[in-house]
């Protein structure tokens, strides 16, 4: 199901290690010194210095990497705790990207999302190496596997545009976190299939079911931005989940005046989607919600909306299936509950 395209090269490189001051220049000294990241911790406090870079990529050469993935595939596996830093100079990296299993605490960092972008162009109805034509999982320009992964400051594009469903991210990993980036697509633009992850003022474009999937994700402060008429969200929350999608403090608007859309439809039975103290646009229908013509899934669809303003807030036309939430409910819905403490 899963699927990686990138240029395979081996260049020269050298790994600034902060702990010891030195250079290293090979992958079997960088293993062995990976211990010593344990006293970097992946949490980051606003006001807090950056942490220590330890690989850099520029696609002009003058870094250790020329590839995003080759930088991926360099950094130490399994570190069990701290973060190993790779900087990525501005540019654009037409690269398809794999965070593998066995990267965990890695993270991604560019200087802005405005400078630095990863972008390929692949939808579902292209066809694999069999011939076959490849389906949507298997479509993302970044795919994460790892948990304890962190990207910021970077644009990752599917550029595939309309017409077939076509992945900017898909994350399995858990305790994922995103900080000031942007993500493109048009249909399925973000895939959350399992795990926890949390958006932090990042911006999301898209037009139908573009932020989709059965994992448990926080939204602070995002800006939406409809691209099309379609839906935001299409959640297939497990039933024993105890939360899907929470948008908090986040802005809804539409591309242009025409665009129209719901704020989610169920992918499953359970889908679990609240916005909460949002500036929703005139781009939300007033229906705010749809069914998927699922009139059976109306007794275990958990959405909801609470505190939010603007011209497309007014629950007066919303379904009476939605979930009534209440100012002690919300009260209690904050990133610690819904994600857990990481």
Not at 50 to 79: L, Y
Not at 183 to 206: E, H, K, S, V
Request: charged share 20%.
């Amino acid at each position: 199901m899963k699927a990686t395209d990138r240029t395979a090269s081996s260049p020269t490189y050298l790994v600034n290690h902060a702990a010891i001051g030195a250079r290293i220049a090979t992958f079997v000294l960088v293993a062995a010194l990976a211990v010593a990241l344990g006293n970097r911790s992946m949490a980051e406090t606003p006001g807090s210095a950056p942490r220590p870079v330890d690989a850099t990529v520029a696609p002009d050469g003058s870094a250790n990497f020329r590839t995003i993935q080759d930088a991926i595939d360099a950094a130490p596996q399994d570190i069990e705790t701290g973060a190993w830093v790779i900087h990525v100079a501005p540019g654009t990296y037409h690269e398809r990207i794999n965070i593998q299993r066995e990267k965990r605490h890695v993270v991604l960092r560019g200087d802005a999302a405005a400078t630095t972008k990863l972008t390929f162009s692949l939808n579902a109805l292209a066809s694999g190496p069999d011939g076959r034509i490849i389906g949507t999982f298997r479509t993302p320009t970044l795919q994460i596997d790892a948990d304890d992964f962190r990207l910021e400051n970077l644009t990752v594009e599917n550029s595939a545009g309309p017409g077939a469903q076509a992945l900017a991210i898909r994350v399995d990993g858990d305790r994922i976190g995103f900080a000031h980036c942007h993500f493109i697509g048009w249909q399925d633009t973000i895939l959350l299939n399992r795990g926890r992850q949390r958006f932090d003022d990042c911006r999301i474009d898209g037009a139908i079911d573009f932020i989709f999937g059965g994992a448990t994700a926080w939204f602070e402060r995002c800006e939406i931005v409809c691209v099309g008429n379609g839906y935001i969200t299409a959640a297939s929350t497990p039933a024993d989940s105890k939360y899907g999608f929470v948008f908090d403090h986040c802005t809804i608007r539409g591309a242009n005046p025409a665009v129209r859309t719901y704020l989610g439809r169920p992918w499953r039975k359970h889908a679990s989607t609240f916005f909460l103290n949002c500036d929703l646009g005139a781009v939300v229908r007033p229906q705010g919600w749809h069914d998927w013509n699922k009139p059976d899934a109306h007794g275990t669809i958990r959405y909801g909306g609470y505190g939010n303003r603007g011209p497309g807030a007014d629950p007066t036309h919303w379904p009476s299936w939605l979930t009534r939430l209440d100012a002690a409910t919300v009260a209690k819905l904050t990133p610690d509950s819904v994600l857990g403490r990481w």
